[in-house]
């Protein structure tokens, strides 16, 4: 079982900042490409956005365009997002994945199937 642990989140007030952190193991991390997701009470979990193994390509879906940016650290084997002009709309439990790929694919990768490894997620709460 493949463990990606998330950390960052918290409360915050509108219009405010938070840095999520994921962390996974190295032989996990090396290899894949890593992503971001989350949940809002009474919805589907959503993309928002992912990183390509090599770091060549990054994609953002709608809900993280513009606020949100993703990056990763390879000597740590942690993928950041920075979510900055929080809005309450952005309360949900976050998951960072991760789809193992080889180092030349830079496709994007969106749907919740295309990642075998999942982190329990971190709550993110934004108060109006």
């Known amino acids: 079982q493949v463990h990606l642990v998330e950390s960052g989140g918290g409360l915050v007030q509108a219009g405010g900042s938070l840095r999520l952190a994921c962390t996974a193991p190295?032989?996990?991390?090396?290899?894949?490409?890593m992503g971001w997701f989350r949940q809002a009470p009474g919805k589907e979990r959503e993309f928002l956005v992912m990183i390509s193994r090599n770091g060549g390509t990054t994609y953002y879906g709608d809900s993280a365009k513009g606020r949100f940016t993703i990056s990763k650290d390879n000597a740590k084997n942690t993928v950041y997002l920075q979510m900055n002009s929080l809005k309450p709309e952005d309360l949900a439990v976050y998951y960072c994945?991760?789809?193992?790929?080889?180092?030349?694919?830079?496709?994007?990768?969106?749907?919740?199937?295309?990642?075998?490894?999942w982190g329990q997620g971190t709550q993110v709460t934004v108060s109006s």
């Open positions: 994945a991760a789809k193992p790929s080889i180092l030349s694919d830079n496709r994007s990768f969106t749907t919740l199937s295309d990642y075998p490894h």
């Open positions: 190295g032989r996990i991390f090396s290899r894949s490409a």
